[in-house]
Nanobody, 117 residues
Framework: QVQLVESGGGLVQPGGSLRLSCEAS????????MAWYRQAPGKEREWVTT???????NYADSVKGRFTISRDFAKSTVYLQMNSLKPEDTAVYYC???????????WGQGTQVTVSS
């Protein structure tokens, strides 16, 4: 059974930092592209960043230079380091896994990030 479990969310002041984690079980990170999405209240879910199975990373313009995605194969965990946080980064952040070859897609349950003074 595949599970993606996010953690690390919370309340942070503008300009602060948080690191989100997504622990994957039932899949190998070697064969999946891993991504973070977010959904703010009243808005559609939007893509934030992807780390491809080969290691290439992409970022939405809104987070480029502030957020960094990384992974630890030994821990089967993907991270999202978020720096210089802004109130508009407030959202539920979701982890997503897309199989390299195939149509398998999995989502985590989300973790809330609130940026407020």
């Amino acid at each position: 059974q595949v599970q993606l479990v996010e953690s690390g969310g919370g309340l942070v002041q503008p300009g602060g930092s948080l690191r989100l984690s997504c622990e994957a079980s039932g899949i190998s990170l070697n064969f999946y592209h891993m991504a973070w999405y977010r959904q703010a209240p009243g808005k559609e879910r939007e893509w934030v960043t992807t780390i491809h199975s080969g290691g290439l990373t992409n970022y939405a313009d809104s987070v480029k230079g502030r957020f960094t995605i990384s992974r630890d194969f030994a821990k089967s965990t993907v991270y999202l380091q978020m720096n210089s946080l802004k109130p508009e980064d407030t959202a539920v952040y979701y982890c997503k896994a897309d199989r390299l070859l195939g149509k398998d897609t999995y989502w985590g349950q989300g973790t809330q990030v609130t940026v407020s003074s």
